[in-house]
C-alpha cells in the first residue's frame, strides 16, 4: 500500500528566514509521481511540482527547491527567504504511474510567516 | 493548464437539503474528478466523474448520496443529497489533462456549511 506522511502539521517562522517542508512517502512500486500542491487560505489548489521516479535531480525554481532522495524515500520542498504570501497549506502526494491519477495524499503543513 | 470554474464557492444550506456544485473547464479533459476536503484535513477523492456514463465512486460514497453528471468533456457536477452537518466541507473539481504526467489541476473549491 502506498502512504504519504507530513510529519510537522504546522509551521511558524518570521519572515525571510528558511523553511523546509517534509514528506516521506511508501511504495512499493518503482515508478511514480511525487508532487507539491499549495493551498491558500482562498481555498485552492495550486500545483507546484511534479517528480517522476526516475528522476532524482533536486529542482530550483526562484525561491523554492526541492530535494528529492529515493535511499530515504523523501521529497522535501524548502522555501528561501519565506515571505507572508507563502502562508498556506501545503500538500504532498503520491500517484502510481499507471493508477489513471489516483493521488495519494498527505495530511499537509501548515505554514505561517510571520510578518 | 485548463481554467476552471466552480460554483457556487461557498453556500450554507439547511439539513435534509440538497445542492449541486458546477465545474466548468474552458477546455477538453481527458479525466475530471471530485473531491471533500473536510475542515483541516487532506484531500479525499469522492469519484471520477466519466463523460456519458455513471461516475466511479470511492469507497465509502454512494451514487445516491453523491450523485455526478459530466454530459461533455468540459463540464460535471455534483449533488449533495440530503445533506447533514457532516457534509460540511469543501468539494473541489480537479481535471487532468495528459495521462502521462499525472498532474491534476483543481478549481476554487465550493466551500458548504450545513446547518
Known amino acids: 500500500a502506498q502512504k504519504v506522511t507530513q510529519a510537522q502539521t504546522e509551521i511558524s517562522v518570521v519572515e525571510k528566514e528558511d523553511v523546509t517542508l517534509d514528506c516521506v512517502y511508501e511504495t512499493r512500486d518503482t515508478t511514480y509521481y511525487l508532487f507539491w500542491y499549495k493551498q491558500p487560505p482562498s481555498g485552492e489548489l495550486v500545483f507546484l511540482i511534479r517528480r517522476n521516479s526516475f528522476d532524482e535531480q533536486n529542482e530550483i525554481s526562484g525561491r523554492y527547491s526541492w530535494n528529492f532522495q529515493k535511499s530515504t524515500s523523501s521529497f522535501n520542498f524548502t522555501i528561501t527567504a519565506s515571505q507572508v504570501v507563502d502562508s498556506a497549506v501545503y500538500f504532498c502526494a503520491l500517484s502510481l504511474m499507471d493508477s489513471n491519477y489516483q493521488l495519494i495524499w498527505g495530511a499537509g503543513t501548515k505554514l505561517i510567516i510571520k510578518p | 493548464s485548463a481554467v476552471i470554474s466552480q460554483k457556487p464557492s461557498r453556500d450554507i444550506c439547511q439539513r435534509g437539503t440538497s445542492l449541486t456544485i458546477q465545474c466548468q473547464v474552458d477546455s477538453q479533459v481527458t479525466m475530471m474528478f471530485w473531491y471533500r476536503q473536510q475542515p483541516g484535513q487532506s484531500l479525499t477523492l469522492i469519484a471520477t466523474?466519466?463523460?456519458?456514463?455513471?461516475?466511479?465512486?470511492e469507497s465509502g460514497f454512494v451514487i445516491d448520496k453523491f450523485p455526478i453528471s459530466r454530459p461533455n468533456l468540459t463540464f460535471s457536477t455534483l449533488t449533495v443529497s440530503n445533506m447533514s452537518p457532516e457534509d460540511s466541507s469543501i468539494y473541489l473539481c480537479?481535471?487532468?489533462?495528459?495521462?502521462?504526467?499525472?498532474?491534476?489541476?483543481f478549481g476554487e473549491g465550493s466551500r458548504l456549511t450545513v446547518l
Open positions: 480537479s481535471v487532468g489533462e495528459r495521462w502521462d504526467t499525472g498532474e491534476l489541476f
Open positions: 466523474a466519466n463523460q456519458g456514463s455513471e461516475a466511479t465512486y
